[in-house]
């Protein structure tokens, strides 16, 4: 089992900047790929990024190369999700998961959610 605790949401304005953290609980967290997903108003939930076990692999929608960095301390329990440069587009509820594969950028395979965590970009 393993709970996942986000925090770091807020208004931000236009071209400003979010780092948005993930705690978890539980053992073995080092061996978990983890995620961060987001959702909108009538929207589907979609993957944003992604990073595997060691950090070695990542993943980013591409809406969102360039401008945003998921990175993870394992030793902390804990991933990151720093987002620079947010447009109004980014505004969401954003999720954290967790998957017991090493690494997942399939929407289906994660086991593991956050209770989210507002981020609203004004124009």
């Known amino acids: 089992q393993m709970q996942l605790v986000e925090s770091g949401g807020g208004l931000v304005q236009a071209g400003g900047s979010v780092r948005l953290s993930c705690s978890a609980s539980?053992?073995?967290?080092?061996?978990?790929?983890m995620g961060w997903f987001r959702q909108a108003p009538e929207k589907e939930r979609e993957l944003v990024a992604a990073?595997?076990?060691?950090?070695?692999?990542?993943y980013y929608v591409d809406s969102v190369k360039g401008r945003f960095t998921i990175s993870r301390d394992n030793a902390k329990k804990t991933v990151y999700l720093q987002m620079n440069s947010l447009k109004p587009e980014d505004t969401a509820v954003y999720y954290c998961?967790?998957?017991?594969?090493?690494?997942?950028?399939?929407?289906?395979?994660?086991?593991?959610w956050g209770q989210g965590t507002q981020v609203t970009v004004s124009s």
């Open positions: 539980g053992r073995s967290f080092s061996s978990y790929g």
């Open positions: 990073i595997s076990s060691s950090g070695g692999i990542t």
């Open positions: 998961a967790a998957t017991t594969l090493p690494y997942s950028d399939y929407v289906r395979g994660y086991d593991y």
